[in-house]
T-cell receptor
Framework: GAVVSQHPSWVICKSGTSVKIECRSL??????MFWYRQFPKQSLMLMAT?????????EQGVEKDKFLINHASLTLSTLTVTSAHPEDSSFYIC?????????????FGEGSRLTVL | GESVGLHLPTLSVQEGDNSIINCAYS??????FIWYKQESGKGPQFIID?????DKRQGQRVTVLLNKTVKHLSLQIAATQPGDSAVYFC??????????????FGKGTKLSVKP
């Protein structure tokens, strides 16, 4: 299957700082990328959907000014957690799709674990 | 509505036995379903999918059953192996105007395989 890479895989930061997580599709062009967050022992919660070259669409309850998403190219989307607080500590996962969610055409990254001290 | 779990159900099976993982989905309009496997500290991995015009689909060692009447999905794993130990999520999606909507994930089930 296609490969989606996330970086960093884990990061520890101080409260109040900003953290950027990258999501790259390595062998295909991702027209759409999705960002999820996952708390321990819980399911994946969709945060936002981003299409290349346009503004991200955020799910209800997700602060767009806090979680900045940029999808500047067909192979890269970034999620920046601004002014991070301990409650933002979570596992952030991206997924990418070239032709839409169907028949396994949605590929997930390995996740990025954020710990805010 | 969405189903978000606060506690992870656990299924413990003996190596070599068959496993059945169940999922109740919430939206009767959902017409596409996927099962994912997530190992600790990793992203979800696609296992098998099924559309609502089918009630059964088989893959390699896995079978997905769909019962639209009671909004129930199950994943059967034959001859379960230690490498199958992971958390399994079902996900549902609705087709809008020819486009597939976003995936909504179920609460997940942790499968533990005893050697």
């Amino acid at each position: 299957g296609a490969v989606v890479s996330q970086h960093p895989s884990w990061v520890i930061c101080k409260s109040g700082t900003s953290v950027k997580i990258e999501c790259r599709s390595l062998d295909f062009q991702a027209t759409t990328m999705f960002w999820y967050r996952q708390f321990p022992k819980q399911s994946l919660m969709l945060m936002a959907t981003s299409n290349e070259g346009s503004k991200a669409t955020y799910e209800q309850g997700v602060e767009k000014d806090k979680f900045l998403i940029n999808h500047a190219s067909l192979t890269l989307s970034t999620l920046t957690v601004t002014s991070a607080h301990p409650e933002d500590s979570s596992f952030y996962i991206c997924s990418a799709s070239a032709r839409g969610i169907a028949a396994g055409e949605l590929f997930f990254g390995e996740g990025s674990r954020l710990t805010v001290l | 509505g969405e189903s978000v779990g606060l506690h992870l159900p656990t299924l413990s099976v003996q190596e070599g036995d068959n496993s059945i993982i169940n999922c109740a989905y919430s939206n009767s309009a959902s017409d596409y379903f996927i099962w994912y496997k997530q190992e600790s500290g990793k992203g979800p991995q696609f296992i098998i999918d099924i559309r609502s015009n089918m009630d059964k689909r088989q893959g390699q060692r896995v079978t997905v059953l769909l019962n639209k009447t009671v909004k129930h999905l199950s994943l059967q794993i034959a001859a379960t192996q230690p490498g199958d130990s992971a958390v399994y999520f079902c996900a549902e999606s609705v087709t809008y105007g020819g486009s597939q909507g976003n995936l909504i994930f179920g609460k997940g089930t942790k499968l533990s395989v005893k050697p």
